[in-house]
C-alpha cells in the first residue's frame, strides 16, 4: 500500500533556482495539503486543495504555487528558491466527505537552500 | 483562530516508565482531535483520535489519549514505553465539519527521548 508518496526525497538548491515537489495518494482521496516542517514550530499549512480543480492558501503561501493536476497528484512549485525555505516540506491527503479529516502523510521531502 | 499548545519540548523517561504527553487547544467549540508520531527521517503517522463519544481512546502501538473538556486538553499516555517509542509526537486540532477540507493545526512537537 503507497498511500501518500512524495518525490524527491532530498533535494539541494541554489538560491534563486526553482523547482517543484511531486506529490501523489492512491487513497482516492479528495483533499490534498502541502505542510512544511521547521524545528520548534510543528508543522504548518502552505496550501491545500479542497477537490480536483480547488487551491487555497494556507498558513504560510508567500513564495509557492500549487497545481492539482488531478484527484491524485497535488504538486508544489518554488518559483525562486530562497534559504528560508530550507526545511521539510509534507503532503497529505484525506477523505473530507465523512467531515472527520483523518489526514495521511508521505514520508517528506528535505530540501536546502544555499 | 484555533491554537494547539504543547508544553514540553522534550521528554526523557527510563524504558519501562510510564508516560504522558501534555496537549493544549484552543478552540470555540469541540473539535476533533489528533496525536501523530514522527520517526527520524519519517512522515507523521496517525496515533489515535478523538471525534466523540467516550474520553478516553485507544490508539496504536499501546497509547491512548483522554479529552477532558473542562480542561481543553487531549493528554497522550502510555502505561509502559519501550524503547522504540523514542520519537517526536505532535497533537493536532481540526474543525467539526463536512464536505470540504478544514486544515489541522499542529503543536510544536514533543520529543521524546527513551533511556535504557
Known amino acids: 500500500n503507497a498511500g501518500v508518496t512524495q518525490t524527491p526525497k532530498f533535494q539541494v538548491l541554489k538560491t534563486g533556482q526553482s523547482m517543484t515537489l511531486q506529490c501523489a495518494q492512491d487513497?482516492?482521496?479528495?483533499?490534498m495539503y502541502w505542510y512544511r516542517q521547521d524545528p520548534g514550530m510543528g508543522l504548518r499549512l502552505i496550501y491545500y486543495?479542497?477537490?480536483?480543480?480547488?487551491?487555497d492558501k494556507g498558513e504560510v503561501p508567500n513564495g509557492y504555487n500549487v497545481s492539482r493536476l488531478n484527484k491524485r497528484e497535488f504538486s508544489l512549485r518554488l518559483e525562486s528558491a530562497a534559504p528560508s525555505q530550507t526545511s521539510v516540506y509534507f503532503c497529505?491527503?484525506?477523505?473530507?466527505?465523512?467531515?472527520?479529516?483523518?489526514?495521511?502523510f508521505g514520508a517528506g521531502t528535505r530540501l536546502s537552500v544555499l | 483562530a484555533q491554537s494547539v499548545t504543547q508544553p514540553d519540548i522534550h521528554i526523557t523517561v527510563s524504558e519501562g516508565a510510564s508516560l504522558e504527553l501534555r496537549c493544549n487547544y484552543s478552540y470555540g467549540a469541540t473539535p476533533y482531535l489528533f496525536w501523530y508520531v514522527q520517526s527520524p527521517g519519517q512522515g507523521l503517522q496517525l496515533l489515535l483520535k478523538y471525534f466523540s463519544g467516550d474520553t478516553l481512546v485507544q490508539g496504536i502501538k499501546g497509547f491512548e489519549a483522554e479529552f477532558k473538556r473542562s480542561q481543553s486538553s487531549f493528554n497522550l499516555r502510555k502505561p509502559s514505553v519501550h524503547w522504540s517509542d523514542a520519537a517526536e509526537y505532535f497533537c493536532a486540532v481540526g474543525p467539526i465539519s463536512s464536505g470540504s477540507a478544514r486544515q489541522l493545526t499542529f503543536g510544536s512537537g514533543t520529543q521524546l527521548t527513551v533511556l535504557p
Open positions: 487513497m482516492n482521496h479528495n483533499s
Open positions: 497529505a491527503s484525506s477523505d473530507t466527505s465523512t467531515g472527520r479529516n483523518i489526514q495521511y
Open positions: 486543495s479542497a477537490s480536483e480543480g480547488t487551491t
